[in-house]
């Protein structure tokens, strides 16, 4: 580590090994590159300058200063390399020694520009507090001009300072103040600039810049109304101001945001600009520092250069989106996701770096926390904010925005950075609803690329990622428009199967895979557990024909299954809606249905007249209950089921009725909607016993029946509520036990 003494002052450079000492020999800036080190790394001289400390009669010691990442001989980021620790104790440059000399002379706004400035005092800005965030990109302008122009330009320029951004919080005297240390204004420069709105000083520098063949993409301003926000929160503006030329004067600029303005010559003025905002009385809260922080950490945290309030330095965040995914650890990457996470203990499970130049310029940082969302969290910003912010050139354009993914992604967090961003005046909205909608479509499309790629990668971490995000990605199902787009995210689904152990999921591409020759349709069935779903009256009937079955678990899955309807030309097909295809097909195969091999084969069944005996005495005691009753020889287990066409629909209709009207409709108007229709097995026990209990006693046979029907509506989850029937049940119970 270098040293230092009272004759010559020193860098001091950590993490950079092997770094030898360094003479200072009164040197302000690096010129070319740094070398006479012997294995020190090359920076590049548009990186790197040094400051040095007022005292020279003193140990100074030299500050080292970078708007990007260092680079190596090989043009490799390298972070120690850019670390750099500063001894110097952290000061405000802003001292408020500046004074008017003589008169001002009085400079009239023309009458457009008056009214222009109204406006933009008043109604261009949603929210007053984005002054800050327009004065500080202003101010990062002013210092990447001076960068640019040290670089470029052969003329002789004052000694060279740390390129930074201050501001100070006055709330005794209710007053903001920023100051940076960037290329200054000149007399004619405040006239052109700050006299006339919507002149955009550099945009002009761009345009400059341009001419010349060099590109500089870090200058922030477009429209040149930036400056102005200051009135929407101040009752007098005051600018003070000079540029690095060695015999350049200082100017004080001031207005009070009417008609006029004025300027005159200052003295003890520094290279660079200043702005002091005398704050109107009801907007003392932006001459509180808590305040103050906060708006900067959420607008400008990621400004090229060092923003200090009141002497403490805030953007100490790396825009990891500006950087090489190569360069970037995971500690890095976890300091960035709890910046914008807000949590200090949060993790993330995943982290997606994605960068591309076409059909866009995007740079894209996302984040997937590892943390179950609570109901409370899954149920807020139902309005469609993200936790994806989007930025333009490092600034932020809005702050969880709405429009630039779809709404089922808010778990995200990351931040979305383009130069190609169509902003509006403000900077607030977007234009040209195109370009975002291709913005928006690309975005999306690899988001969901990247999740089937780590489901293939580590299927066990992807099944927890989908058990903790389930609700959102059946949300974007059902969200969307276009059958297309429900099918790319339906690609993420996961589900249990019949042909897969307990525990194994199978998504609806890899279904298709297994599917026999012959299949069109892909069967579901929805229940509340794998054994409720394989004890169930609906996959018992189709045992025989060996079909794959996949098992929705969750409430909402079966809707999603009825909105979704088709997936790569397959239909999604209840197994319930099977079943019912199915009873008009005899089953030929009873005896040699499989897994039943172990069991004794059924011989005894009702008789072709018994059946219709037993039909038409059950349609008449069931009344308005049912439209048809039949027997059937599809089940074996199960007594009897109910089959109703499209039952999805159904129990979500019930569902939804239930909780509007607990009342529930009339067995009748039940009837006349869902057309209800009860299957007998024709060689259970029960229903055998029943053909002949029905004439010996026929109140009792009545029970019996009611007590099926019910049973059968509970398996097919049409009931909910139950308890009605407890009474009957109860009396039922005492029937048969009368005789014991």
């Known amino acids: 580590m270098a040293t230092c003494s009272k004759t010559c002052s020193s860098i001091l450079l950590r993490n950079i090994s092997p770094l030898k000492r360094i003479s200072c020999r009164n040197y302000t800036r690096l010129n070319s590159k740094l070398t006479n080190v012997k294995g020190a790394a090359s920076f590049s001289t548009n990186l790197l300058y040094i400051d040095k400390t007022p005292n020279l009669s003193s140990c100074n010691t030299w500050r080292l200063y970078s708007s990007q990442t260092a680079t190596s001989e090989e043009g490799k980021s390298d972070e120690n390399q850019a670390s750099v620790d500063v001894t110097e104790k952290e000061k405000s440059i802003i001292e408020d020694n500046e004074k008017p000399v003589g008169n001002f002379d009085q400079h009239e706004f023309q009458a457009e520009t008056a009214e222009l400035l109204n406006i933009v005092a008043k109604s261009l800005y949603s929210e007053n507090e984005v002054f800050i965030r327009e004065i500080i990109s202003n101010a990062s302008d002013a210092l990447e001009k001076l960068r640019y122009t040290r670089l470029t330009s052969q003329e002789a320029m004052a000694e060279d300072v740390p390129l930074e951004i201050h501001i100070k919080t006055d709330k005794y ?18 006239t052109n600039n700050l006299g006339t709105i919507a002149r955009s000083g550099s945009k002009e520098f761009l345009k400059n810049v341009s001419e010349k063949g060099d590109a500089n993409s870090s200058i922030i301003g477009q429209f040149g109304v930036g400056f102005y926000s200051t009135f929407m929160v101040g009752n007098e503006v005051t600018v003070y101001t000079k540029t690095h030329d060695p015999d350049s004067k200082g100017h004080c600029w001031k207005s009070k945001g009417g008609v006029s303005y004025e300027i005159t010559e200052a003295e003890s003025v520094k290279p660079g600009t200043k702005i002091v905002v005398s704050l109107k009385p009801d907007c003392r809260q932006f001459a509180e520092e808590d305040t103050v922080e906060k708006i900067i950490s959420k607008h400008s945290a990621f400004v090229g250069f060092p923003v200090r309030l009141n002497a403490k330095l805030l953007n100490t965040v790396q825009p990891l989106w500006t950087l090489e995914a190569k360069d970037i650890d995971e500690d890095q990457h976890l300091k960035f996701f709890r910046h914008l996470s807000a949590n200090d203990s949060e993790h993330y499970m995943y982290k997606l770096f994605y960068k591309t130049d076409a059909p866009l310029n995007i740079r894209s940082i996302f984040y997937i926390s590892e943390q179950r969302p609570t109901i409370l969290e899954m149920s807020k910003d139902t309005t469609g904010r993200s936790g994806v912010s989007l930025y333009s050139r490092k600034v932020l354009v809005q702050h969880k925005t709405e429009h630039l993914l779809p709404k089922w992604l808010r778990f995200l967090r990351g931040v979305v950075d383009s130069e190609d961003i169509p902003l509006n005046l403000s900077r607030e909205l977007l234009q040209n609803s195109a370009l975002i909608s291709k913005m928006r479509e690309t975005l999306t499309s690899r988001l969901i690329k990247f999740f089937l790629d780590q489901s293939k990668r580590d299927p066990e971490k992807y099944l927890q990622f989908f058990r903790n995000y389930k609700l959102f990605i059946t949300e974007g199902v059902l969200a969307e428009d276009m059958q297309e787009k429900r099918e790319e995210v339906a690609q993420l689904l996961r589900y249990e199967s019949s042909s897969l152990p307990e525990g194994e999921v199978t998504g609806l591409k890899d279904y298709i895979k297994r599917m026999k020759d012959g299949q069109r349709n892909i069967f579901y069935l929805c229940a509340p557990s794998r054994n409720l779903a394989e004890t169930s009256p609906y996959f018992e009937a189709l045992k025989g024909k060996d079909v794959e079955v996949m098992f929705c678990y969750d409430p909402y899955d079966e809707i999603t299954m009825l909105q979704l309807k088709m997936y790569d030309t397959k239909q999604l097909f209840s197994l319930e809606n099977e079943v019912l295809a199915d009873m008009f097909q005899p089953n030929k195969d009873k005896e040699s249905k499989p897994g039943l091999e172990n069991e004794p084969v059924v011989t005894t069944q009702l008789s072709e007249s ?10 008449a005691a069931l009344d308005v209950k049912v439209t048809d009753v039949k027997v059937t020889d599809k089940l074996d287990k199960h007594p009897a089921m ?29 009837t006349a909607l869902f057309k209800p229709t009860l299957q007998l097995n024709a060689s259970h026990p029960v229903i055998l016993k029943l053909s002949k209990i029905k004439n010996a006693d026929e109140n009792l046979g009545k029970k019996i029946l009611e007590q099926l029907y019910d049973n059968a509506m509970v398996s097919a989850g049409l009931v909910e509520d139950a308890r009605p029937m407890i009474n009957r049940l109860n009396d ?4 048969v036990l009368e005789k014991h």
């Not at 066409?645 to 009748?668: C, I, N």
């Not at 039922?732 to 029937?735: A, E, G, Q, V």
């Open 642 to 670: 109910v089959t109703v066409w499209e039952m999805g629909s159904v129990r979500h209709f019930l569902k939804s009725q239930y909780l509007t009207d607990p009342k529930g409709l009339s067995e009748a108007e039940r």
């Open 610 to 619: 018994q059946g219709k005996d037993l039909t038409d005495w059950a349609k």
């Open 732 to 735: 039922l119970l005492s029937d």
């Open 173 to 190: 005297n209710n007053t903001f103040t920023i100051q940076d240390t960037g290329i200054g204004l000149s007399r004619e420069d405040l």
